[in-house]
Structure formats: C-alpha cells, structure tokens
C-alpha cells in the first residue's frame, strides 16, 4: 500500500488542524491504520491507532481528548483531528499502515509509511 500524508501547516497555539492520509493499492480496510510524530531532536512517537474497522482506537496520553483518528474506508483515507493544539505538538506527522491485527502503538509493527506532513504551532 502506497500512503500520501497531507493538511499539516502553520497554526497557532489553541488552533485545529485535520491531517488525512490517502493510501492506494490493497485493500484499504485490511490494515490498521496509525499516527506517528517526529519532532527535531526526538525520536518517532506514537500519536493514535485505528482499528480496521474503525470501532478500535488508542491514543498516547499527550494527546488524549484533543486528538481524534479515524477512517473512512469507502474513501480509503486515514484522518488526524487535532484540536486545541500546543506548541510541543510541532512535528512531522507520519501516517503507517500494516496488514491484519487489531491496533498497534510500536512503529516496528508498521510496514508501510507516508512521507510526513509538517505541523507547526506558534505559542
């Protein structure tokens, strides 16, 4: 599966962002689906997971009740809504895939990633 990351930029501090994330090739719906983040100087951090089907999702703490995935499978795209947004949230963002499973938080249990989307938030 080939995945193309987009809708990152410059927003400030308390501001919204939505991230999508098209992908092509296999059957979308056979992967789960998830967000990572890369900031300068820091290792890739788990952001969110999905479910194939959508009904499963996992959020690291940093962003829990801000951040919502989902996906829409018809459309074959992943989303990233990323609400009430901070400084510290400024990163690359990567959207991953693998097949099969249920969710996954490690980034080694992804084989396919999307070239990254820049998210800047000013204070």
């Not at 410059?10 to 092509?24: F, H, N, T, Y």
């Not at 690291?60 to 018809?74: E, H, L």
Request: hydrophobic fraction near 30%; charge should be positive; glycine fraction near 14%.
């Amino acid at each position: 599966v080939q995945l193309q990351a987009s809708g990152g930029g410059l927003v400030q501090a308390g501001g919204s962002l939505r991230l999508s994330c098209a992908a092509s090739g296999r059957t979308f719906s056979g992967y789960v689906m998830g967000w990572f983040r890369q900031a300068p100087g820091k290792e890739r951090e788990f952001v969110a997971a999905i479910s194939r089907g959508g009904g499963s999702s996992n959020y690291a703490d940093s962003v829990k009740g801000r951040f919502t995935i989902s996906r829409d499978n018809a459309k074959n795209t992943l989303y990233l809504q990323m609400n009430s947004l901070k400084p510290d949230d400024t990163a690359v963002y990567y959207c991953a895939a693998t097949y099969g499973g249920t969710y996954y938080i490690k980034g080694s249990q992804y084989d396919y990633w999307g070239q990254g989307t820049q998210v800047t938030v000013s204070s």
